[in-house]
């Protein structure tokens, strides 16, 4: 997995909260709840605007390998990305971010060369369903865990800036 430079960012935040205090900072939730407790969750270099953020990639990632899974044929890739956008982006970006998902919609590659660089160069382009299915019942949980948490500290409803 290769790691962008807000991922390494949002890493060395966590980091130096969790060495303050591994035993009470050994969770999401109790690192987010001394966000809110010391009223720096909502900023934008917070661990817990990090934290939902990353959720927020997540479930557009599934939606978009579980429409992928259910209509590979159907719809190009750039069809599925919008609608995969729209129903869990889209709500949350202001108009700066949507205009950077517009340009970025342009370097959408073809649904077979997506595929394959899922899979592997050299492996068969067929829409891999059985492990997208695996991949969305394991971290559908999770993330459901992560909505409810900041749902419960009121942070769930945070738009890009």
């Not at 720096?40 to 934290?51: E, G, L, M, N, Q």
């Not at 750039?78 to 709500?91: D, I, S």
Request: glycine share 2%; net charge negative.
């Amino acid at each position: 997995m290769v790691l962008a430079v807000g991922d390494c960012v949002f890493y060395e935040r966590l980091q130096e909260l969790y060495l303050l205090d591994p035993c009470k900072y050994s969770t999401l939730t109790e690192i987010v709840e001394k966000e809110v407790k010391d009223g720096t969750a909502r900023k934008v270099d917070s661990c817990s605007r990090a934290v939902l953020w990353l959720t927020r990639s997540m479930d557009f990632t599934i939606a978009l390998l579980q429409r992928l899974r259910e209509d590979s044929d159907q719809q190009s890739l750039a069809q599925h990305v919008e609608a995969a956008y729209n129903v869990t982006l889209k709500p949350c970006h202001g108009w700066i971010a949507s205009a950077a998902y517009k340009i970025a919609t342009k370097l959408i590659p073809e649904t077979k060369v997506f595929i394959s660089m899922l899979v592997g160069m050299d492996q068969d382009c067929a829409v891999p369903k059985d492990e997208i299915e695996k991949l969305a019942l394991l971290l559908q949980p999770l993330l459901d865990d992560v909505h409810s948490m900041m749902a419960k500290f009121r942070l769930d409803r945070l738009k890009s800036t």
